[in-house]
């Protein structure tokens, strides 16, 4: 059974840096072709890809946050860490971490809500 | 906007069948495999269909997809009041090296 959970703080000033950790269980991030990706999603609007990171430390971003976004892993831990820079109340959303072992993203965690506020 | 179109809403009533559609261009469906997310509300988004036409475990065969050129359509047959919810196609885009999401389709049940 594959499992996710994010995790991190539920409210951030802007400016400041957000650190989000997805720990999963039930699936292999040495695994060749596996890899877990972070998607957002800001209240009431669609789903937004934000990075994602392979079991060979391959990583791609998203071109519009690229210069924000930093995703790393500790397969030791069964871990996957995001962290977004000078963090703005645009950036209100819940945070989302999944697999992928398809194509698409396999399965997915319960979410946290992160707003920026002052 | 989404690089990915989807339709903002669709309707139809129980039992009947319904298509939701997702365009896009060469370097994201026209060459790269589509899924297809159910998102019911409030809660966590659900993959349904991979690989354009593949089903999980576990999804029912009311869900089907399909893929032609740039464009790919989730179906519905038999639709269900519980069906209700948002559905978002996802594809990776060769060229950005991104993957993408449509703007998402709102499902009503009537």
């Known amino acids: 059974q594959i499992t996710l959970k994010e995790s991190g703080p539920t409210l951030v000033k802007p400016t400041q840096t957000l650190t989000l950790t997805c720990t999963f269980s039930?699936?292999?991030?040495?695994?060749?072709?596996?890899?877990v990706g972070w998607i957002r999603q800001p209240p009431g609007k669609a789903l937004e890809w934000l990075a994602l990171?392979?079991?060979?430390?391959?990583?791609r971003y998203s071109p519009s946050l690229k210069s924000r976004l930093t995703i790393t892993k500790d397969t030791s831990k069964n871990q996957v860490v995001l962290t977004m820079t000078n963090m703005d109340p645009v950036d209100t959303g819940t945070y989302y971490c999944?697999?992928?072992?398809?194509?698409?993203?396999?399965?997915w965690g319960q979410g946290t809500l992160v707003t920026v506020s002052s | 906007q989404s690089v990915l179109t989807q339709p903002p809403s669709v309707s139809a009533a129980p039992g009947q069948r319904v298509t939701i559609s997702c365009s896009g261009s060469?370097?994201?469906?026209?060459?790269?495999?589509v899924s297809w997310y159910q998102q019911l509300p409030g809660t966590a988004p659900k993959l349904l269909i991979y690989?354009?036409?593949k089903r999980p475990s576990g999804i029912p065969d009311r869900f089907s997809g399909s893929k032609s050129g740039t464009s790919a359509t989730l179906g519905i047959t038999g639709l269900q009041t519980g069906d209700e919810a948002d559905y978002y196609c996802?594809?990776?885009?060769?060229?950005?090296?991104?993957?993408?999401f449509g703007g998402g389709t709102k499902l009503t049940v009537l």
């Open positions: 999944a697999p992928t072992v398809t194509s698409g993203f396999d399965y």
């Open positions: 039930g699936f292999s991030l040495t695994a060749s072709g596996v890899g």
């Open positions: 990171i392979y079991w060979n430390d391959g990583k």
């Open positions: 060469t370097s994201n469906i026209g060459n790269n495999y």
């Open positions: 690989d354009n036409n």
């Open positions: 996802g594809t990776w885009d060769s060229s950005l090296s991104a993957a993408l």
